[in-house]
């Protein structure tokens, strides 16, 4: 039986390789068809005219765009099939497969017999033969919808569907899901097969990377979903542990290019919560055929110049997370703006005007002053004001009125335009100007704050004396200039602070290129400043983008009002994908940044998905996790896992606990052993999760033990996942803040295969090691 078994799957192989032979066969005639149309687009340069040099750009770019994409090296490029039933209709979509979803009622006889009258190969990118009959189709496709929506219960034309495990051009094997086991079902007349215990375990399975795979051969119905929903409005979702939102979150994004590549095209921002997760999934979009099309950035680096590299603790986040910030930033900013003017201004002003001394005394720039702070606009866009009312009052001290009465407007106007004109382009007058009215930067007004006295000043009423105190020691890092680590808090502050400040307008001077002169050209751009292969576009002169067509937001939970409203900055004219588990949030008080979302979404329509099925952890530490989560969130279900193992969590006891700073000898022993016992007992990759204080320590403790194991800190390990997970001190996790036992959530659900939990003595372990906090 085994031997048949095997048969059975090797002819099988044998019959998808010969179908991804021809698929490559047809690949290597499309890449010359590209390379020709390269060629052909060069030689039409020679021509010189500018129509022609617009042609030649134009195809140079669409030809180079479709090389790219051809010649791009996929693990698996062919990956699924589906085997169908004929469909109530005959018409066919633009991708040359049938539409029809629902069987057609003579499709199956009435003795549950029925023959195979359509079959679908499904890949990265879609594929067509010579006669235009479908080889492969785009997984993005419509037709190739049932692959992924199908079920047992709802299999539509399904009768088989298969997924496809390739390296390079060899197809290495295949895994069946028949969906309509109660049919025979006949192929070119021989009876259909099914190879293998199911895709989907197969796929859950594999061993685990540093980096995510997309999961574009396992997803499911309910993910397929998310990924095809319209673009239109906003679209949430939730999902617990392991349902696959980050994914699912990516995949939507090349679907939305797929589907109108025009208005997405070097428009979609993905926003992750820290770099670890970006470096985690920056390959999922290059592996889906998308290079370059998708923005991927962490919270710490969505402003431009500024890298989130320091870490604050909770009682400090919370601070600089709260939506509070926005009214101490304004005043900071205003009172930045007087400490930054020379002492020596602020005491007058004296300028030469109709050839005599007119001077402006303390008092009367203190007047101008306040009345130029009396508007709204940004501090550094209200420079030009300041101007005009210190030239309003010099033109009154001087007399100007009385020389040039209005009796004659025109004359009256003149005279007044020549006054500024003399006063404003004095010395003098610059020279002050400059030194009263100062351009501020952001990050000069972050390190005024870290004066504690004047900070408490600026903060009257809406700060707390501690919070003052924990705020300006914070920001005391930074230098005079404000240069220096900045924590993910920090750069949302700073984009709030572009905001308040603003930024003189200056003009820009074009520089005349001398075929403007001759071929009446405005702009002459080549496809190479168009290449979509380009890590990401961004506006004319280096200008940082902060505007954006699609808006995908991950662990939406963990925003803070302040990031809420940086990243809504970036998505005002945006659709949003806003993906996320309150179960997970680490962010304190949830009722604050549900309102600072609503104002970064809007009042756009709202369109919701919850994601139910957990394909990460075996139901054994589901089941562990489940513990902690009636804890964190009484009433909360968790989502169902969908296999298991028969591995049950391991724990372990640390041992003496050291001194305050450093950990001891018998912790570090702890962690390196069981760690080494993981890494022995996986193929793939071990995560270390830590408290975040530990993190540097953990590093330490597990040098030397190779690149698949690593140590991260507890707000860190969101949205990772490893085939083997070591939690360290739970209590200590639990203890970080309020939302300590959510984290500790978090830490437990990381693993698709082991957990070992290692408990110190604030986990109060019993007799087996189980800490108090997971104990029934």
């Known amino acids: 039986m085994e031997a048949q078994d095997t048969g059975v799957r090797e002819r099988e192989i044998h019959a998808e390789q ?187 399975g594999r061993a685990r990377s540093h980096t995510m795979r997309d999961i574009v051969a396992s997803i499911q119905a309910e993910q397929d979903e998310v990924i095809r929903a319209p673009a239109a409005s906003v679209t949430e979702v939730e999902g617990g542990p392991g349902t696959g939102k980050t994914a699912v979150a990516l995949h939507r994004a090349a679907y939305l290019l797929y589907q109108d590549r025009r208005r997405y095209a070097g428009g979609i921002l993905v926003v992750s919560p820290t770099p670890l997760l970006v470096a ?140 500024d004109e003399e006063v404003a382009e004095s010395d003098e007058f610059a020279g002050f100007l400059a030194a009263w009215w100062r351009e501020l930067t952001p990050r000069a007004v972050l390190a005024a704050m870290a004066d504690e006295k004047r900070l408490g000043r600026w903060s009257r009423r809406v700060l707390q004396p501690r919070e003052v105190r924990r705020l300006a020691r914070s920001l005391s890092r930074l230098d005079a200039a404000g240069q220096g680590p900045l924590s993910v808090h920090d750069v949302a502050l700073l984009d709030e602070l572009h905001v308040v400040l603003g930024a003189p307008a200056r003009p820009r001077k074009r520089e005349i290129d001398p075929l403007d002169q001759f071929t009446g050209l405005a702009e002459l751009t080549t496809a190479a400043d168009r290449d979509p292969t380009r890590r990401e576009r961004r506006p004319a002169d280096g200008e940082e983008r902060r505007d954006y067509a699609h808006v995908i937001v991950d662990e939406a939970q963990d925003l803070t009002p302040m990031q809420w ?128 204080a530990r993190r540097a320590q953990a590093a330490r403790w597990l040098a030397g033990l190779g690149a698949r194991v690593v140590a991260l800190g507890s707000l860190e390990a969101k949205g990772l996942e490893y085939d083997a997970t070591l939690v360290v001190t739970p209590a200590e996790i639990a203890d970080e803040s309020p939302a300590g036992l959510r984290v500790l959530y978090v830490a437990l659900t990381r693993a698709t295969q082991r957990l070992t939990i290692l408990s110190g003595e604030r986990d109060l372990p019993d007799a087996d090691g189980v800490p108090d906090l997971l104990r029934d």
């Open 565 to 692: 409203r940086m990243v809504g900055r970036r998505g005002r004219h945006a659709t949003w994908t806003v993906v996320g588990d309150p179960a997970q949030s680490s962010w304190t008080d949830q009722e604050e940044a549900a309102e600072a979302r609503g104002e970064a979404l809007g009042t756009r329509p709202r369109r919701r998905f919850e994601l139910t099925v957990n394909y990460r952890n075996p139901s054994e530490i589901a089941e562990l996790a489940s513990r902690v989560l009636a804890l964190a969130m009484p009433g909360t279900q968790p989502p169902k896992a969908v296999r298991s193992t028969g591995l049950v969590p391991r724990f372990a006891v640390t041992g003496t606990a050291g001194g305050a700073g450093e950990a001891g000898e018998a912790v570090a022993a702890a962690v390196r052993r069981e760690a080494a016992r993981l890494l022995a007992e996986v193929d793939g990759t071990v995560g270390v999760v830590v408290p975040m």
């Open 18 to 204: 010969r179908h991804l032979d021809a698929v490559y066969r047809r690949l290597e005639e499309k890449i010359h068809e590209a390379e020709f149309l390269m060629d052909d687009a060069n030689q039409r340069a020679q021509v010189g005219t500018p129509g022609a040099l617009a042609e030649r750009d134009a195809q140079v770019f669409r030809a180079g765009v479709h090389l790219h994409r051809l010649n791009s090296e996929f693990e698996d490029f062919l990956f699924g099939r589906v085997d169908l039933l004929k469909g109530k209709d005959g018409v066919r979509g633009p991708d040359g497969a049938h539409t029809s979803v629902e069987p057609a009622d003579d499709a199956v006889r009435p003795d549950a017999t029925a023959d195979i009258a359509e079959t679908l190969h499904i890949g990265r990118l879609g594929v067509l033969d010579a006669d235009y009959t479908p080889l492969v189709i785009d997984w993005r496709a419509p037709a190739a919808a049932p692959f992924y929506r199908a079920t047992p219960v709802s299999p539509g034309r399904v009768v088989r569907r298969r997924v496809i495990r390739s390296k390079g051009r060899v197809v290495l094997g295949v895994e069946d899901d028949l969906l309509r086991p109660e049919l025979t079902a006949r192929l070119d007349g021989a009876e259909l097969p099914a190879v293998g215990d199911g895709a989907l375990m197969a796929a859950l």
């Open 280 to 419: 985690y999934t920056e390959g999922v979009l290059p592996s889906l055929g998308e290079e370059g099309q998708v923005a991927i950035r962490a919270l710490g680096s969505l402003v431009d110049g500024a890298e989130a590299d320091a870490h604050d603790p909770q009682p400090v986040a919370r601070v600089k997370g709260s939506a509070r910030m926005t009214k101490v930033l304004r005043r900071a900013a205003r009172g930045t703006l007087e400490l930054a003017a020379d002492p020596a201004a602020a005491a007058g002003l004296r300028v030469l005007a109709f050839g005599a001394r007119v001077e402006l005394d303390a008092e009367e720039l203190r007047r101008i002053r306040a009345t130029v702070l009396s508007g709204t606009a940004p501090l550094n866009y209200l420079r030009p004001r300041a101007r005009k009312l210190l030239l309003d009052a010099l033109w009154q001290r001087a007399g100007g009125p009385a020389r040039h009465p209005a009796t004659d407007p025109e004359l009256a106007a003149e005279a007044r335009e020549a006054f």
